[in-house]
T-cell receptor, first 113, second 114 residues
């Protein structure tokens, strides 16, 4: 997406290690940031989201942090498992639109058993 | 919760033919979105509906593309006179209408143009 940059594009980790994916956005008015996981042949699945009134949100092994000043947000996966292998996308809303999102270009995560 | 349903899952057609895809959103969601996704990229917004009204269209949506949501429930996306460049995954998503809401995606229709 033209307003969201995502890094890295590929990431390999050993099972049990942590994985971190980072996104930056340009619209300072953006206030909602979802993360999606996409497995081969399937649509993106929402895994966690964060609103701009909080700096961190956690759900079991997954957490998202938001730095509004720097306009970046990150996905953290701890204790990675082989089933975490997938492509992950971040997204941020387009300004003055009805809930349209810009998506990042995706991170292909491989967890090595 | 039956989720967002799309069909067909795959469509192979010859260049120049017309194709139509269907999306059934989550029943209580009054917003419905169409996205296109090509290999190695994130989904790109095409258009969205709130109930039966088509409120926004992307510049990506050429005149050969048309979408409808006649009764505010399911939606169809039609591509006329298909071209090679139309080959992609077409994704549908739905959400509630107030503020920024999570969008829930279907598994898409993969279109291949021969």
């Amino acid at each position: 997406g033209e307003n969201v940059e995502q890094h890295p594009s590929t990431l390999s980790v050993q099972e049990g290690d942590s994985a971190v994916i980072k996104c930056t956005y340009s619209d300072s008015a953006s206030n909602y940031f979802p993360w999606y996981k996409q497995e081969l042949g399937k649509g993106p699945q929402l895994i966690i989201d964060i609103r701009s009134n909080v700096g961190e949100k956690k759900d079991q092994r997954i957490a998202v942090t938001l730095n509004k000043t720097a306009k970046h947000f990150s996905l953290h996966i701890t204790e990675t498992q082989p089933e975490d292998s997938a492509v992950y996308f971040c997204a941020a809303p387009r300004q003055n639109t009805g809930n349209q999102f810009y998506f990042g270009t995706g991170t292909s995560l491989t967890v090595i058993p | 919760d039956t989720g967002v349903s799309q069909n067909p899952r795959h469509k192979i057609t010859k260049r120049g033919q017309n194709v139509t895809f269907r999306c059934d959103p989550i029943s209580e969601h009054n917003r419905l979105y169409w996205y296109r996704q090509t290999l190695g990229q994130g989904p790109e917004f095409l258009t969205y509906f709130q109930n039966e009204a088509q409120l926004e269209k992307s510049r990506l949506l050429s005149d050969r593309f048309s979408a409808e949501r006649p009764k505010g429930s399911f939606s169809t996306l039609e591509i006329q006179r298909t071209e090679q460049g139309d080959s992609a995954m077409y994704l549908c998503a739905s959400s509630l209408a107030f503020g920024n809401q999570p969008q829930h995606f279907g598994d898409g229709t993969r279109l291949s143009i021969l």
